[in-house]
């Protein structure tokens, strides 16, 4: 397939992108290329601004404008539980269901040994600084419930407990609004251990 | 084509685009097989939760372009008791990369998914002592099956009395005596309590080294040779089994992180 140099550029940046493959990039490339200058300029712009101005929040590591994120400014947070997750979209996830209120912490990952991927690699340090802070006393890991996920949780289990902290794991269970009958026996055997009286 | 089924047992998971998975699987014939399962990383999935590294499941599969489809799975034995602990996570993982990396390296060996059941099974039993020597046990034998059986009765290399040798040389894969063995990480020293222990673990059944693990300065040595020896004749890097031998296997103590 042949392309002229700048277009071949653009679609050799766009298949870098998460879940863009060739189809796809040659589709943006096209619509770029018909739409107004315009419209292009506020693209090429959103991507510079978000680059330049969004950091890592120094306390949660979550992407902030500000100094400190707005979860982690926020004086009506509960500073004595912190929630970890693996990536800033999981912080979303969890808001989005509006019944926490404490603080966070994002791991950067996950322990994975395959990868080569170690506790090292990870903000484990950053949270032991948090920890040390002295007004934490339940640590709430929501992991993702893959082999790495619960790897990284044991790890953190057996790192924070002698400390004296109350560490928690988020329930798996069933999908609301699922039927029992589909449910693997994996989920369906963590439900049951997960129940709670009515 | 119609699906057909296969008992297998998953080795390694790897995400594909946004919501699928390739699995690789380890066949009860030996053979490694990957295939995508489509799906799989939304909650709403039906079996994604038998699909994790370390289940051994009855699959239903059809023959793709590339790529075998799941379009079926039904746990046999999940190994739960694997996630339940940081260090046998980390010691299953670490023979899941290996049976991974072997077996890719092409030639179908039967014996491989009853050696690697038995290595799981054994990894759930409740003593802690008992990983090491398991995990050991295990690469030797997954060595022995890959051709690579040590040879422990004489010097390899001149054949004359086991009572003289006190080293193995990784290229021979056997023990030498001084005037055969080169010094040096080619050929690391081996004590002749290590040497009994080897064969021992050669000859036991995965259960019996569950049963009566071995005695930790012994577990390290037999250990440490058989990482060098999976190391110099397995040319790709198994980073699980790295992982798990540079003990990341242990959490740094609670104190030193709190200054
Ligand atoms: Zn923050
Ligand atoms: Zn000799």
Known sequence: MYYAAPIARLLEELERLPGVGPKS??????????SEAEGTARLAEALLEVKRV????????????????????????????????EEPRDVVAIERTGGYRGLYHVLGGVISPVDGVGPEQLRVRELLDHIAEGTVTEVVVATNTTVEGETTALYL??????????????????PVGGDLEYADEVTLGRALEARREL | MPAYPLRALVLRKTKLGEADIIVNLLAADGRIVRAVAKGMRKPTSRFAGRLEPGSVIDLMLNTGRTLEVVSDARSVELHAALRTDYERSCAASAVLDVLDKLAMEGQTEQRLFGLACATLDALEAPDTAAIRPIVTAFLVKAMAMHGYRPHLESCVSCACAASAVDRFSLEAGGVVCPQCGGAGHAAPRLSSAGRTALGALLASTMADVAASPLEARLSE???ALMRGFVAFHVPVRIKALEFYANGAGTPPRPDDGLR
């Not at chain 1, 306390?59 to 970890?84: H, I, K, N, Q, Y």
């Not at chain 1, 924070?160 to 269970?173: D, E, H, Q």
Request: charged fraction near 25%.
């Open chain 2, 221 to 223: 040595e037999c250990f």
């Open chain 1, 25 to 34: 990039a040659q589709r943006i490339a096209y619509h770029i290329l018909r």
């Open chain 1, 157 to 174: 289990a057996r790192m924070l407990k002698p400390l004296g902290l109350k560490v928690t794991r988020i329930a798996s269970g069933l």
């Open chain 1, 54 to 85: 969004i950091h890592f929040c120094p306390r949660c590591f979550d992407f902030t404008e500000g100094d400190l994120c707005a979860t982690c400014a926020d004086p009506e947070r509960d500073a004595a539980t912190v929630c970890v997750v």
